[in-house]
C-alpha cells in the first residue's frame, strides 16, 4: 500500500469502545506527542483531559462578538435619533440608554452568536476542502462507531516502526494503517 | 467530573467514616427500587451503528410512499399562500377583512401564533441543555427545524400586512434605513424592538442548528453513495474529521449558543408582548404579559413538536430513539406551562378587578361576556382544561391521545392571540368607533397556506437532513460513555 513516492501523514490506529480509544489517548499523552489527534463519532466526556488539552478558549470571541453588538447597537440608536435628525417623538428624550436597551440585547446576543460560529470554526481550522484522513475507507466509520487516534508523521517523536508498535501493541489498537499525504 | 463519580460509585465502601467506633470494611450497596429506576433514552441496547443506520438512513432511501401526497398538498397550500399574498400585494390591505377600529387582526394573530410555536425548538435546544435534560437529544433537531420554518411563516405576517411592502422593506421602517425625508426609524417603538428580536431569533436559531448538523452532515458525506449527495454533504460538513481537538472547541461553542440562546428565546416573545403591552389599549396594557406570552409559546410549541413527532417516530419506526417517556416529558411541559397560562388568564381578570380602571374591566368582561365570547370559550376549553388531562400518566404515555391534544393545544393558542388582539381593539373608548372583525376569505386562506409552506419546508428537512441529531444521541447511550461496561470499561472499574 505506502508507496515511496508520496509522502506520509502519518499513523492511524483503529478502536472498539470509547474506554480503548480514552486509554490509548493517555498513553499517547504521557507518551510525548503533540501533533495526533483522537477522531470519536461523538464527543466523549473526559477526552481533553485524557490528550491533555487546554480549555477551549473559544468564549473569547464570543465576548468579543457580543461586546461588539452591544456598543454598535447603543452606537447606531444614539446616532439615528439623537445625532443625525433629532426628532422628539410623544414628549420623549431623544436618547437614553434605557429605550435602546431592547435593540442593543439582541444585536449583544447577535454579534455574540456569530462570534461563536467563527470563532469555532477559526480554532478549528475549519473549513477544510482536503484532509488525507478522509481518503482512508476505514476511516469513514468515524462518523458511525468507530473509535480513532492519528499520529502525523510531522511529529518530532514520530519514528514510523517504532509508532507504529507502540499504538499496535501498548495501546491494544485493533488495526494500524499508513496514511499518505 | 464524570470520571470520579462513576469510579466512587462502583468503589463506594472504600472510604469508611473514621469517626465511628466501627469501621465497617465494606459498606453494603443496595441496588435502587425498581420504580427508581430509569428507562433507558435509546431502548432495547441499540448499538452505535444501528442509530446511524436509522437515522442516516431516512435521507438516503426513498422517501415512503406517504410522503409524496402529503408534500403535494402542502406545496399546494404554500403556491395558495404566495398567491394570495401576491393578490394582497398588487390590491392592498382591503382584500382582508379588516377595518377600524379592529385593525389588527388574523395577520398579527398569525405572527405571533406562528412565533409562538418556533420557541420550543430554541427551548428544547438551549434551555434544556443548559440544564442538562439528556431527554432532549432525540426531539432537539426537528423541534428547532421546526422553529427555523415557524419563524418563516411569521415573518411573512408583518411583513404583508403592511400593505405597500415595498416601504416596509426599503426605504423603510422595517430597517434601519433612512425613509425618502431622511428621517429614520425611531427606536422607542416596540414595533422596531421587535423587528430586531425576530431577525436575530431566526438567524441565531439558525447557527445554531446548523453547528449542530455539522457532525451529522459529515456522517451523511461518509455514507453518500452519490457524486452529487458527496459534494453538497461534503461542502456543508465543512470538512468535519470528528477529531477530538475540534469537538472541544464545538462542545464549547455549543454550550455558549445555548447560553446565549436562554436569554434570546426569553426575549423575543417579551419583546413581541411589548408590542401590544407598552400601548394605552385596555385589555393589552398590562405587566403580566411577557412572562406570560413566554410560557403561552412554549405551550404552544411543545404542542406543535408533538404533532410533528409523534407520526414521524411511527411513521419512520423511530420509537426506540424517541420513546414514550419522551413523549411523557413534552406533556409535563405542556401541563406546566398550560398550568401558568391558565394561571395568567386568571390573574388578568383579577387586576382588571383590583386595578380599578373600568376601561380595562370592561374590556375583560367584554372578552368573556360579549361578542366574542365564542372565541374566548374556546381558548378556555383548549388551554386551561385541555392540558390538565395530563396529570394522568396513563393518558401521557398514549401516543394518539397526546396527538390529538397536541392539536387542540395549537388551536387553543391561535384562539389566545385572536381574542387578546381583536378583543381589545373592536371596542374602542368611544362607542361611536366599535366593531366587529370577520375574516375575508383571503384571510382565511392565506393562513391555512402558511400550513403549507410550513409542512412543505419540515418535509423537505426530513427528506434531505437527519431529523435527529445523530451524533447527540450517541453520546447519551450507555456504549458511549468509556467507564461504563458497555463502552468498553473494565470490570475493575
Redesign the interface.
Known amino acids: 500500500m505506502s508507496n515511496s513516492s508520496s509522502r506520509p501523514h502519518g499513523l492511524l490506529a483503529e478502536f472498539e469502545t470509547p474506554a480503548a480509544v480514552m486509554d490509548a489517548a493517555i498513553l499517547c499523552r504521557d507518551a510525548g506527542f503533540s501533533k495526533w489527534d483522537v477522531y470519536t463519532p461523538f464527543p466523549i466526556h473526559g477526552m481533553d483531559e485524557a490528550m491533555g488539552l487546554r480549555k477551549s478558549p473559544v468564549g473569547w470571541f464570543t465576548f468579543a462578538g457580543g461586546c461588539t453588538g452591544f456598543f454598535t447597537g447603543m452606537t447606531m440608536i444614539w446616532f439615528m435619533n439623537k445625532f443625525d435628525y433629532p426628532l422628539v417623538v410623544g414628549g420623549k428624550p431623544l436618547f437614553t440608554p434605557l429605550f435602546a436597551f431592547p435593540v442593543s440585547y439582541e444585536m449583544t446576543i447577535l454579534l455574540g452568536a456569530f462570534g461563536t460560529l467563527f470563532g469555532m470554526l477559526f480554532l478549528n481550522r475549519l473549513p477544510r476542502l482536503h484532509n488525507p484522513l478522509l481518503k482512508v475507507e476505514r476511516f469513514k466509520r468515524a462518523s458511525n462507531d468507530r473509535f480513532f487516534i492519528c499520529i502525523e508523521a510531522a511529529d518530532s517523536k514520530y519514528a514510523s516502526e517504532a509508532t507504529r508498535q507502540f499504538l499496535a501493541e501498548t495501546c491494544h489498537a485493533t488495526a494500524v494503517e499508513y496514511v499518505e499525504e | 467530573?464524570?470520571?470520579a463519580a462513576a469510579a466512587s460509585h462502583h468503589n463506594p465502601g472504600k472510604k469508611g467514616s473514621s469517626d465511628s467506633g466501627i469501621v465497617p470494611p465494606v459498606l453494603k450497596v443496595y441496588d435502587p427500587p425498581k420504580e427508581l429506576e430509569r428507562e433507558p433514552l435509546v431502548l432495547n441496547n441499540r448499538?452505535?451503528?444501528w442509530i446511524?443506520d436509522s437515522i442516516a438512513g431516512i435521507c438516503e432511501n426513498p422517501m415512503p410512499k406517504w410522503w409524496w401526497p402529503v408534500f403535494v398538498l402542502s406545496a399546494g397550500g404554500m403556491m395558495l399562500m404566495f398567491s394570495l399574498v401576491a393578490y394582497l400585494i398588487s390590491t392592498g390591505v382591503g382584500v382582508w377583512g379588516l377595518n377600524q377600529p379592529a385593525d389588527w387582526a388574523w395577520d398579527i394573530t398569525n405572527f405571533v401564533f406562528w412565533i409562538g410555536i418556533g420557541h420550543a425548538g430554541t427551548l428544547i435546544s438551549a434551555v434544556l441543555f443548559l440544564l442538562r435534560q439528556k431527554w432532549r437529544t432525540s426531539i432537539n433537531r426537528a423541534a428547532e427545524a421546526m422553529t427555523l420554518f415557524a419563524v418563516a411563516c411569521a415573518g411573512i405576517f408583518p411583513v404583508v400586512h403592511t400593505g405597500r411592502v415595498w416601504f416596509a422593506l426599503y426605504p423603510g421602517f422595517l430597517f434601519?434605513v433612512?425613509n425618502a425625508n431622511?428621517?429614520?426609524?425611531?427606536?422607542?417603538s416596540?414595533l422596531?424592538?421587535d423587528v430586531?428580536?425576530v431577525s436575530?431569533y431566526g438567524?441565531?436559531s439558525l447557527?445554531?442548528w446548523?453547528?449542530g448538523l455539522i457532525?451529522d452532515l459529515?456522517?451523511l458525506?461518509?455514507?453518500a453513495k452519490t457524486l452529487i449527495r458527496k459534494f453538497a454533504y461534503g461542502l456543508f460538513s465543512?470538512?468535519?474529521?470528528?477529531?477530538?481537538?475540534?469537538?472541544?472547541?464545538?462542545?464549547?461553542?455549543y454550550l455558549?449558543?445555548a447560553g446565549?440562546?436562554t436569554?434570546?428565546v426569553l426575549?423575543v416573545h417579551s419583546?413581541v408582548s411589548?408590542d401590544f403591552a407598552v400601548s394605552q389599549v385596555p385589555g393589552w396594557h398590562t405587566t403580566i404579559f411577557p412572562p406570560y406570552f413566554v410560557a403561552g409559546a412554549i405551550f404552544s410549541g411543545f404542542g406543535m413538536v408533538l404533532t410533528l413527532l409523534i407520526p414521524m417516530r411511527s411513521l419512520f419506526g423511530l420509537e426506540d430513539i424517541i420513546t414514550k417517556r419522551h413523549i411523557e416529558l413534552m406533556c409535563k411541559v405542556i401541563l406546566a406551562t398550560g398550568s401558568i397560562v391558565g394561571y395568567a388568564y386568571g390573574m388578568e381578570f383579577f387586576i382588571a378587578w383590583y386595578g380599578g380602571s373600568p376601561y380595562e374591566l370592561y374590556a375583560f368582561k367584554n372578552r368573556a361576556f360579549g361578542p366574542y365570547a365564542w372565541a374566548y370559550w374556546s381558548m378556555i376549553t383548549c388551554n386551561v382544561i385541555s392540558p390538565h388531562l395530563f396529570w394522568s400518566r396513563k393518558l401521557r404515555t398514549w401516543p394518539l391521545f397526546v396527538w390529538f391534544v397536541s392539536i387542540v393545544v395549537n388551536i387553543g393558542m391561535w384562539f389566545e392571540r385572536f381574542v387578546i388582539i381583536v378583543t381589545s381593539l373592536h371596542r374602542d373608548y368611544l362607542p361611536s368607533s366599535w366593531g366587529y372583525f370577520t375574516p375575508s376569505w383571503v384571510d382565511v386562506f392565506t393562513f391555512v397556506g402558511s400550513f403549507g409552506l410550513f409542512m412543505t419546508l419540515f418535509l423537505l428537512f426530513i427528506r434531505f437532513l437527519p431529523a435527529i441529531a445523530i451524533?447527540?444521541v450517541?453520546?447519551v447511550t450507555p456504549?458511549?460513555?468509556?467507564?461504563h461496561p458497555l463502552?468498553?470499561?473494565?470490570g475493575h472499574h
Do not use: C
Open positions: 467530573m464524570a470520571t448499538s452505535l451503528g446511524t434601519p433612512p431622511a428621517i429614520w426609524p425611531q427606536f422607542r416596540p422596531l424592538w430586531f428580536a436575530t438567524t441565531v447557527l445554531f446548523y453547528v457532525p459529515a456522517t458525506r461518509d455514507r465543512l470538512g468535519w474529521t470528528n477529531s477530538n481537538r475540534h469537538w472541544s472547541n464545538y462542545e464549547k461553542a455558549i449558543f446565549l440562546s436569554p434570546l426575549s419583546i411589548f451524533s447527540e450517541k453520546a456504549q458511549a460513555d468509556p467507564h463502552g468498553g470499561a473494565k
